[in-house]
């Protein structure tokens, strides 16, 4: 049996716990660049944050070790932008370009524009999950842009983003291109906004006195001023330091502050402001020069007394039918005068058919036709009780007597 040294012994261990080293140690990233130029081509470039179109390809170089050699050893990587989900890839693909601690692969830009952060971690294992290194993160690294006005410069770059100016031209270098700068000519110095105008060359004056106008970097702002919240601009408030949630008027004052019209009635409760002086109002600041108190009905009279309506039914004669439709508005009894007249009734107390108030004699149904009344004289009768068989004598009488009249009516209008 051959024996070892000591010194052979020692040489075998050490060489196994390299060879464990460089096998199962965890990698680590001591550096990750972006878009650099790679070392085999004459050294490492800094082009600073990457500005990318959405989905591009971006060159990434790492510096990797974990104290030997790591041809063998990296093998796959982990990149994860943002909040977006990670990315396994397989590194091990690159080996063999005679590269030690740096390698350098390619990874792909997110689609969704915008500015991204990016970390990096290597593996020695084939499926980003064996002996995870420290994790390197690039901060706000990639800048994700489109370029909408196709001049060729992306919008993240261009200082006119929405009108094509492929030369980029400044004249008055104020960051704002000269394709859409609606200020030339901007003092140096002066900050701008996205327009090209700065604040000198610009009027913030909105001409309202409520409002606070200010300039910063070319851009207005024109603020309400209200410091107790009240709803009424400083400039307007006759009341400032209202209490917060108190009701005020137009003034900004809260209500029983102020009477502008001096009627008694405050006016958050003034329902009729101006109200004449010596006028009396109602408890809604309305004196009666300011109110309509016509109802519209005929059959009412309509009065104010303090700026309070009333409207009272007309019917003097209380038959139930108002003044405006009575035709005999004094007389209960009748709603038409008749042929009598109001005040007079129209009753015909013999049933001749002329009214009583149309007949001399109401007591018969003679009617009033100017003869004589006939008596016994005439009649050459007596007519008493008993007498009864000399009634159609009587009746013959009458008869002849108007027939006497009916002769001397005619002899008289001949």
Same mark, same amino acid.
């Given at each position: ?15 196994? #716990? ?5 096998? =199962? ?23 600073? $944050? ?8 971006? #060159? ?45 692969? #390619? ?30 993160? #690039?901060?706000?690294?990639? !800048? ?13 770059? &261009? ?30 110095? =002066? ?27 070319? +851009? ?23 209490? !917060?949630?108190?009701?005020? &008027? ?18 958050? &409760?003034? !329902?009729?402001?101006?109200?004449? +002086?010596? =006028? ?92 004589? +009344? $006939?008596?016994? =004289? ?11 068989? +000399? ?24």
């Amino acid at each position: 049996m051959k024996v070892r040294t000591t010194k052979q012994v020692c040489a075998a261990v050490c060489c196994c #716990l390299l060879y464990c080293i460089r096998v =199962e140690g965890a990698a680590h990233v001591w550096y990750a660049h972006i878009n650099w130029t790679p070392y085999m081509t004459g050294g490492p470039v800094l082009n600073g $944050p990457s500005y990318v179109y959405p989905n591009s390809l971006m #060159l990434v170089i790492m510096n990797v070790s974990n104290g030997a050699t790591l041809d063998d050893v990296w093998h796959s990587t982990q990149y994860t932008f943002s909040d977006l989900p990670p990315v396994c890839i397989d590194t091990g693909m690159y080996h063999g370009l005679g590269l030690t601690s740096d390698n350098y692969f #390619l990874i792909r830009a997110p689609a969704t524009p915008g500015i991204y952060s990016i970390s990096f971690q290597a593996f020695t294992g084939e499926v980003c999950g064996a002996n995870p290194s420290n994790i390197v993160t #690039l901060t706000d690294w990639i !800048n994700v842009c489109l370029d909408v006005d196709s001049d060729g410069v992306l919008d993240c770059l &261009d200082n006119c983003p929405n009108d094509a100016n492929a030369d980029q031209a400044d004249a008055d270098g104020d960051g704002v291109g000269d394709a859409c700068d609606a200020c030339p000519d901007t003092p140096i110095g =002066e900050s701008v906004s996205t327009s090209g105008c700065s604040c000198s060359q610009l009027n913030c004056d909105d001409g309202d006195p409520c409002t606070l106008d200010s300039c910063l970097n070319g +851009v207005c702002s024109n603020v309400l001023q209200d410091a107790d919240g009240d709803g009424v601009c400083d400039f307007n408030d006759l009341c400032p330091g209202t209490p !917060n949630g108190v009701a005020v &008027d137009a003034h900004g004052c809260p209500c029983g502050q102020l009477d502008d019209d001096n009627d008694g009635v405050t006016n958050c &409760d003034d !329902n009729c402001a101006n109200t004449p +002086v010596g =006028e009396t109002p109602n408890v809604s600041g309305c004196s009666c020069s300011q109110v309509d108190c016509d109802d519209g009905d005929p059959c009412t009279l309509d009065t104010c007394s303090n700026g309070v309506c009333t409207s009272v039914l007309q019917d003097a004669d209380g038959d139930g039918l108002c003044d405006a439709n009575d035709g005999c508005p004094d007389d209960p009894n009748k709603s038409a005068p008749g042929a009598c007249g109001c005040g007079v009734s129209d009753m015909d107390s013999d049933g001749n058919g002329t009214p009583d108030c149309n007949d001399a004699d109401d007591t018969d149904d003679i009617g009033d036709s100017g003869l004589p +009344v $006939p008596t016994n =004289e005439a009649c050459g009768v007596m007519c008493a009780s008993g007498t009864g068989a +000399v009634m159609p004598i009587v009746t013959l009488c009458l008869i002849g007597l108007r027939r006497l009249s009916r002769r001397r009516n005619r002899t008289s209008a001949g």
